[in-house]
Structure formats: structure tokens, C-alpha cells
């Protein structure tokens, strides 16, 4: 294994994340292999694991860099709103133009098998960040709105379950057909929001 100076090595992980990502968007984690990615960055295959355990592994710090900024960017939609209804139709629309925007999760989301190779390396740390930057703020959400009254009283966890399912609507949109796929999506969430809250979209 070579040494590399500080900066190099840093360099070398960029490099190798930029063109892994390249990759992976391109012909996705199946068919992209380490071989690949070294050949392009000019090492020997058996450095790419100084840098990572895995290509999987490598795919999923990527997922968490394209997902920087995501959570903010939902929040503050949602508190523009003026009460709960329209806060789980907000928080819905937003997590879709997240999807849409974040190209290797929404591989993942319509490739099950590149989903499995990615969830084999799941880390339990992987897991507590996700959770704490995630669910932790929809479940302190749901809470509050629970204590107001505006939402069902079912436990916040079902509640979750039942919103991310909503979303796996884009997995069908072209069985749904792309052409009336926005006013599906939109009837989805809007019974979604009216199934939790009290109240129905009262401005």
C-alpha cells in the first residue's frame, strides 16, 4: 500500500468520490466496479480501500453529502405553513423535489436490487444519523400537533410509516402514466394530510 502525503490523500478521496458518483449515476452500483473507479483516478485497485470499505460503502457517504441541506431546506417550508394539514402536504411536496434532485437516493428508491447491496453496509451509526437528521424532526413534529389536537391520535411512528408510504408513489409513476402522474401525486397527498389531521385544509 503506498503512503500518501496528508493533502494527497485527501485529494485522492475527493477524486474517487467524484468519479464513483459519475459512475453510479451513470450505469448504477451493480455494474460499476472498484476497477473502474481506480482506472480513472490512476491508483491500484487494492488503494481504494485506504479510502473505503466497499463500494457500498463509498455509495453510502455519498448519499449523505447529496443529502446536506435537505431537512433545512423541507422545515422551512413546512413552517411557512398555517397549520398541520398543510404542513404534511408541504412536508410530502418538498421530500419529492429532495428525491427528484438527489439522483443516487432516487436510484435506490427504483432499483430494488442496488437498494439490497446498499442496505447489506448499513452501519449502525449510519442508522443514528439518519434517524436523528430524519425521523427525529417529523417525530417531534407529529408530537407537537398531537398535543394540539390537530393530529390523529395514533402513534407518531405509524404516523411516519404511513407518510413515507406515500411517497413510494413515484416508484409506480410510469404505471401510473407520467402524463396525469401530478394530480395523482397531489390526490395522494392531500388524503394522506386529511387521514392525520383534525382538520381539514382550513387556511
Not at 485522492?12 to 481506480?38: A, V, Y
Not at 439522483?103 to 428508491?109: D, F, Q, S, V, Y
Amino acid at each position: 500500500m503506498p503512503y500518501f502525503q496528508s493533502a494527497e490523500k485527501e485529494k485522492l478521496r475527493k477524486d474517487l468520490l467524484t468519479i464513483g458518483k459519475q459512475l453510479f449515476i451513470h450505469q448504477g452500483l451493480k455494474k460499476t466496479s472498484i476497477e473502474q473507479m481506480t482506472k480513472k483516478v490512476g491508483i491500484a485497485k487494492s488503494t481504494f480501500y485506504a479510502f473505503f470499505e466497499s463500494k457500498e460503502a463509498m455509495y453510502l457517504e455519498l448519499l449523505e453529502i447529496e443529502a446536506e441541506g435537505m431537512e433545512e431546506r423541507i422545515w422551512k417550508r413546512v413552517e411557512n405553513t398555517t397549520n398541520a394539514f398543510h404542513g404534511i402536504k408541504a412536508y410530502l411536496h418538498q421530500m419529492v423535489v429532495e428525491l427528484n434532485t438527489n439522483i443516487l437516493t432516487n436510484r435506490l428508491i427504483t432499483n430494488p436490487d442496488e437498494m439490497e447491496m446498499v442496505k447489506r453496509k448499513v452501519t449502525p451509526k449510519f442508522v443514528e444519523r439518519k434517524f436523528q437528521r430524519n425521523i427525529t424532526p417529523l417525530l417531534n413534529y407529529i408530537s407537537e400537533h398531537q398535543d394540539k389536537g390537530e393530529m390523529v391520535d395514533t402513534d407518531p411512528n405509524v404516523v411516519i410509516g404511513f407518510i413515507r408510504s406515500a411517497l413510494l408513489i413515484a416508484v409506480h409513476k410510469q404505471d401510473i402514466g407520467e402524463e396525469i402522474f401530478p394530480q395523482v401525486e397531489e390526490l395522494m397527498f392531500q388524503s394522506v394530510a386529511s387521514t392525520l389531521t383534525q382538520q381539514n385544509n382550513k387556511e
